[in-house]
């Protein structure tokens, strides 16, 4: 009876190691699983990831317009273009200055008139963050302002002429031109290398430009007076 309760006993040893054992193996193979799982979530997730990321970054290669502040700072180099073209001048040799809109945008040009024929005046204005001017030699000046057009008018012992122009870029481009003579005995009046009348010159100088309504360089200001009104603008 001894030997058949120790024979039972063992039985049951051995059926109990063996269901550990699949257990374990079981267990195992669930582990296994497990980790591969979590590998395969994870891979996946880096791969998310990285694509979430170069969503984001691809998406914020944007070209912004520049703020107003940024505009504002680009837009202000003609005053320094201005002033250092003023500091270059021998001041005792001009009339005076002023600030005048030629062409329709928001930046004015400067005016520089001579107190003589003898000395060049200017019309100066920005273009691509560069100085450009038109020395011109006049005795009058007068424009139509914000429609890019003037005139200079110059004349000494009775022989006089005219320039009409316009702004272009970097260049001031000549329209029309006329040249008169009034000296007795050797009067002509040409506009555009047409002889004509004195009557019909200056109807053919009024239909570019009306000097009766236009604007003229009047209310000069001293050097330090454009200076601080260029500077406050």
Not at 76 to 84: C, E, G, N, R, V
Request: glycine share 4%.
């Amino acid at each position: 009876m001894k030997r058949l309760n120790l024979v039972f006993i063992i039985i049951c040893i051995c059926v109990i190691f063996s269901s550990c054992s699949s257990g374990a193996e079981a267990s195992g193979e669930t582990s296994d699983n497990n980790t591969a799982v979590t590998e395969t979530i994870a891979e996946n997730s880096d791969t998310t990831q990285t694509a979430e990321v170069t969503t984001i970054a691809e998406s914020t290669e944007i070209k912004t317009e520049p703020t107003t502040e940024e505009a504002k700072q680009d837009n202000s180099s003609w005053k320094k273009l201005y002033i250092d073209f003023l500091n270059t001048l021998k001041h005792e040799a001009y009339a005076g200055y002023k600030l005048v809109y030629i062409d329709d945008d928001d930046i004015p040009e400067l005016l520089v008139v001579a107190n003589s024929m003898v000395t060049p005046g200017y019309l100066c204005w920005a273009n691509n963050d560069e100085l450009c001017q038109d020395n011109i030699q006049m005795n009058w000046f007068y424009y139509n302002e914000r429609e890019n057009i003037y005139l200079t008018h110059s004349e000494f012992t009775g022989v006089g002429c005219d320039y009409v122009k316009e702004i272009d870029g970097s260049k001031a481009e000549k329209i029309a031109h006329g040249e008169t003579n009034d000296i007795e005995g050797n009067e002509y009046y040409r506009w555009n290398d047409i002889d004509m009348s004195k009557s019909q010159y200056e109807t053919e100088r009024s239909n570019a430009l009306n000097i009766s309504t236009a604007q003229t360089a009047d209310n000069l200001k001293s050097y330090s007076e454009i200076c601080s009104e260029i500077s406050q603008f």
